[in-house]
């Protein structure tokens, strides 16, 4: 068979991906793009390594000319449609990292070009791909749970200790810039993968300003809550952030017939609690007994050295199948849309103090049209005229010193990673001598 080219965008979040390309023989990674020298050189090494004959560039335009059948986008999270547009308008099939895009209009062209390209476009919503999340879904489908009613989406993520990093100690970094309501779709993607409905109707409600987001050099909120209908009229809370001081990713689905949940993230176990199901029924029917059941989702062996718990190998396994013409269940752009709108127009409610809001369906051209134009969105480049505060509350309070406060703190760590790459490079060298002349002596004693 053969094998499927794979171009990645994006060297740092595309670092998983990049080790899908070289643990999968049925696919080979022809090219990678950065223009950070910094996660360039350290993926080089590692190609180096594997020997695999990968063309590298610093160039979008250069590596959008290579032999391609599928582009991977792990580049900046608010520049993912104008990339995919290029690459979906080329012929070349596109995984698009989190998020789709930053606002309408992007949304109606990335829309626009996935119809007239007829390319396989996958948005990697790796959430929907926890082994709880799976299973969710796997009960939902059979009819198991009944009905949807209502359900909780919950992404906290502290990323205190590594923001100088992520955000490359930059005060436009999309990270900084961006609103609480922005990076939406971990929490609220789920829900709606799972139910297969579309989310019609949206009420956000913005968490405080807080004086730890204006340290980190944040303008966004603590925290962000939605408050979603569906179109079958069930209902869900989405809430999400990194302004508070622990993480937790959770998902609870209340249905007519049974209610469901996952594990909770735990200190040391960040993924492995997502692996649990609780399912329960205590309606009190008459000649029916009450149910429990609790169980860990068996775990897929392929998928277990995989990055976010085994997630992202799901999302790559699906697009690679996808471009075969194989089955393959994907999260295509008419619902990466729905899971970004339940953001995008839950923080225009929260500037409208929080005003239920109504959610488009791009899957019509009429209704498209009505955005064409819409540039509504906290990137001053895009946004122009109609960009939007980074909060409600007075937007951005942030200094100068703050920043370069970060930089020296990316620069400290970015040292401590590579000293302890040094130090566990050598330590497997001599562990490496050690073992081989083991061996090497106890052959000649089996030969004397």
Known sequence: ????????????????????????KDVELVAICDFNDYYLSHTVEKLKKHKMP?????????????????????????????????????????????????????AVELAEAVERSGKVYSYAENYCFFNCTREMK????????????YGEGEYIHNCEGSWAE????????????????????????PLIHITGLRPVKVQGIEGEYSQKMKDLGAGGASIAVEMVTLSNGGTFKSIHGGGLSESSVWYSMYCSEMEIESGREVPGQRYGALDSIYIKDDRHVPGRKRFFRAYRVKESKAARRAGHGGSDWYTMHNFVAAIRGEEAEIIDVYEALDMFFVGHFGFLSA???????????FRDPNVRERYRNNTRCCTPAKGREQTLPSNAQGGMQTTDETY?????????????????????????????????????????????
């Open 1 to 24: 068979m053969k094998k499927v080219r794979i171009g990645v965008l994006g060297c740092g979040r595309g670092n998983t991906m990049i080790d899908y390309c070289l643990r999968n």
């Open 54 to 106: 990968t063309k590298v560039f610093k160039n979008f335009d250069d590596f959008l000319e290579c032999e391609m059948d599928g582009v991977v986008l792990a580049n900046y999270a608010n520049d993912h449609a104008p990339f995919a547009v290029r690459c979906l308008d080329k012929g070349i099939n596109v995984m698009s990292e989190v998020l789709p895009c930053e606002n309408l209009k992007e």
């Open 138 to 149: 796997r009960l939902y489908g059979k009819g198991f749970l009944g009905e949807f009613m």
């Open 166 to 189: 992520l955000t490359k100690a930059d005060r436009n970094h999309w990270r900084n810039t961006k609103s609480a309501f922005f990076y939406c779709t971990h929490s609220a993607g």
């Open 351 to 361: 500037l409208n103090k929080g005003i239920v809001t109504e959610i488009p369906d």
């Open 404 to 448: 370069e406060r970060m930089k020296e703190e990316m620069e400290r760590r970015r040292r401590e990673i590579d000293e302890e790459k040094m130090r566990t490079s050598w330590q497997w060298f001599k562990i490496g001598c050690k073992e081989y002349f083991e061996n090497l002596f106890s052959l000649r004693k089996r030969i004397k």
